[in-house]
């Protein structure tokens, strides 16, 4: 055989990169010796592939998923994803011709449109190179691959401190004085860079096999030299959700002034975590948590732990002071003196656990807050703009919504215009704004399968569409049961909305045409990559403040890639939604939704631009299979019948536009674009 299997996703596999022809066909060669067979399964080639580590199981979602890019940065070919950090997704890389694996974190390149957020993260970049210390994770190298900016940092093969006393509970004592001390000394070389760390959390250090830890993610480190001030804080309030569990009391209302006994403050909260297998705080809502943080004691670590040494539990405690001057000085302090502690528990000279006090009951460490104290302080923290008063509906649970999802955390819902429904939100380390879109699975799990395969396919069309005249998506995310989009700020309105508010509810045929235009542009670009948009109407095109129009809401777009969509789209014969609105509904899209074509997206492109330069809809009827039969079998007046100012060369683009033949209309947008230059 000298070419591989008729199978998409043989082509899809050569057009990444990922392995070349040659040695495709070489290993289905084998395979068919093997097998004595020339019809190798897809399946069979799949596991010889993965089984000989020529491309990762992540490689290979991707691979089956259709997407055939998005592998490679620089000299680096990207394996899995490792994680997100502050300032981007972290993956495990592998250099091409070394074969040396790193951790390669990408800023997303859509951000670049902010130089802020360019900025912080070469902030990161040189605040991590400038640490050299065996317990901190190290920064190789900082590039950029046209619009990717990476930074490339040492792969360390280890568990997170998180997931350790997740899966083994609690740790012995010795383990625990031997990841603070070392956890200290990294922070402590940290702070002597002027660093402050500020996320200090035991999903923040790791510990290899061999017991060596690891102080990870600078995201959201900041400087404390004067000259590099402005660029760390120039994208606004720092972010407390997320870190509430290990927050000193003083970095929730002030994070722009801390010193480095925040970092201690935090760790100390960590070495609780490692001692009791418990947050220091794990009752009561956010607010309520926030609060104790403020003026509570945790629950004795002898409640969980009687025979726990009285030196040590001692040293969690100063740690964890309230006020940074009862503390430690300096994190360099914490380490002496749990190392000197070590080495006497070590050699059974430390205080016998005898000494401890009398053990109380935990219900007795944890008093509840006063309600006035902790609504006082959410109404302070909204003053100060840390949280909106949609996230203290949420806090305090009159919102069912979620506060964060993954980066992103919600700040307010959108009650008007065509986003109803939505949120609007920001990146948590970033704080650029974005726009959210919520899809929550509910119901039988059949319809969740559905729901999920549905999304999965709008996304997959979304991430895609990359084009100055399409809303910009950032990311898709799913936790638990609700899956999420975010894409870029929408100011602006819809053009149904400025319609709405339009003098005879039209524009004039100039203005018409510019708006038009661009989303045609837009269009094409969807047309290029074959994708039908299949609802474009006035309500899925936004026209910006600036003036820039662009295309939305690509929830019913369907893309030459369906055959590798979730079967969950065609086991249950679940029948699809076939359009938005029957308004501005192609004939042989109305009647058939496999049917739907690119020119039946320039059909509905036309009859929004009839009603823009009319003020009314192309066919007006009571029902709408009144409406769709009027598509198919009515010839539209002249726009210039409703306005004598559409002259008669725009009517004959329009009713061309609206032919009820599709091969009689424009192919694509970019030929409606091309048309409307001359008008707009």
């Not at 998923?65 to 993956?91: D, E, H, I, S």
């Not at 009561?284 to 629950?299: D, F, I, T």
């Not at 302080?377 to 949280?387: D, E, F, G, K, R």
């Amino acid at each position: 055989m000298n070419q591989p299997p008729s199978d998409p996703y043989f082509d899809v596999l050569l057009r990444s990169g990922l392995i070349n022809r040659g040695k495709l066909m070489q290993i289905i060669s084998e395979l068919e010796r093997e097998t004595g067979t020339e019809a190798v399964d897809k399946a069979v080639v799949e596991k010889r592939l993965l089984d000989g580590r020529l491309i990762t199981s992540w490689q290979n979602d991707k691979i089956r998923q259709g997407k055939f890019t998005g592998f490679f940065v620089g000299k680096y070919k990207l394996l899995r994803p490792l994680g997100k950090g502050g300032m981007g997704a972290v993956y495990l890389a592998e250099h091409t011709s070394m074969q040396r694996q790193v951790a390669i974190k990408i800023l997303p390149p859509a951000l670049l449109e902010n130089r802020t957020y360019l900025i912080r993260f070469q902030q990161e970049a040189r605040a991590t190179a400038a640490l050299d210390h065996p317990n901190v994770v190290r920064a190789y190298d900082t590039d950029q691959d046209g619009a990717f900016h990476y930074l490339v940092m040492e792969f360390v093969e280890g568990q997170e401190l998180q997931k350790l006393v997740e899966k083994n509970g609690p740790l012995p004592y010795d383990d625990v004085a031997n990841y603070i001390t070392q956890a200290a000394r990294g922070l402590a070389h940290a702070h002597s860079r002027k660093m402050i760390h500020r996320d200090v959390k035991p999903a923040n250090i790791l510990v290899t096999p061999d017991g060596l830890v690891k102080v990870l993610d600078l995201g959201v480190a900041r400087i404390v030299d004067q000259e590099d001030r402005e660029s760390v804080t120039l994208a606004g309030n720092d972010d407390v959700i997320g870190t509430v569990d290990y927050i000193a009391p003083e970095q929730l209302l002030d994070s722009h002034h801390v010193d480095g006994r925040a970092d201690q403050y935090s760790l100390g909260c960590t070495m609780y975590f490692l001692l009791t297998g418990n947050r220091p705080f794990e009752q009561g809502s956010w607010a309520v948590r926030l609060m104790k943080h403020q003026n509570a004691e945790p629950p004795s670590i002898y409640d969980f732990r009687p025979d726990a040494p009285p030196e040590l539990v001692d040293i969690c405690r100063k740690m964890m002071a309230k006020k940074p001057d009862q503390r430690y000085e300096s994190a360099d302090a914490v380490a002496d003196t749990l190392s000197a502690w070590r080495e006497r528990f070590r050699q059974g000279k430390s205080a016998p656990a005898s000494a401890a006090p009398q053990v109380s009951a935990p219900a007795a460490a944890t008093s509840a807050v006063d309600p006035q104290a902790a609504a006082a302080l959410l109404a302070q923290l909204v003053a100060q703009s840390v949280l909106t008063p949609y996230q203290v509906e949420i806090l305090t649970g009159q919102s069912k919504d979620p506060l964060k999802l993954d980066d992103y955390q919600i700040i307010e819902r959108i009650t008007e215009g065509r986003l109803k429904g939505l949120f609007r939100g920001r990146h948590s380390d970033m704080k650029f704004p974005v726009t959210i879109k919520l899809v929550k699975l509910e119901g039988e799990p059949n319809e969740k399968k559905m729901q999920l395969a549905r999304f999965q396919r709008e996304a997959r069309i979304a991430v895609q569409a990359h084009h100055s005249h399409i809303i910009r998506t950032f990311e898709v995310g799913k936790a638990e049961d609700v899956c999420f989009l975010t894409f870029e700020e929408m100011q602006g309105e819809t053009l149904a909305e400025m319609l709405a508010k339009a003098s005879e509810r039209r524009l004039s045929p100039n203005e018409a045409c510019r708006i038009i235009r661009q989303a045609a542009l837009g269009l094409g670009h969807l047309h290029e990559m074959e994708i039908v948009h299949r609802n474009v109407s006035p309500d899925n095109i936004w026209v910006g403040k600036d003036g820039v129009t662009k295309l939305f809401d690509l929830s019913l777009a369907r893309d030459s890639l369906m055959h590798l969509d979730s079967p969950g789209l065609t086991e249950f014969k679940v029948p699809e939604t076939p359009w938005g609105s029957t308004k501005y509904l192609a004939p042989e899209h109305g009647f058939d939704t496999s049917a739907a074509t690119a020119a039946s997206d320039v059909y509905s492109l036309g009859c929004t631009l009839y009603q823009a330069v009319s003020g009314r809809i192309p066919f007006e009827a009571a029902t709408p299979a009144e409406q769709m039969m009027q598509h198919a079998a009515k010839l539209a007046d002249p726009p210039s019948r409703w306005n004598t100012a559409v002259s008669p060369a725009l009517d004959t683009v329009i009713l061309r536009m609206m032919s009820k033949l599709t091969a009689e209309r424009y192919a694509t947008g970019a030929d409606v674009a091309m048309v409307l230059q001359a008008f707009a």
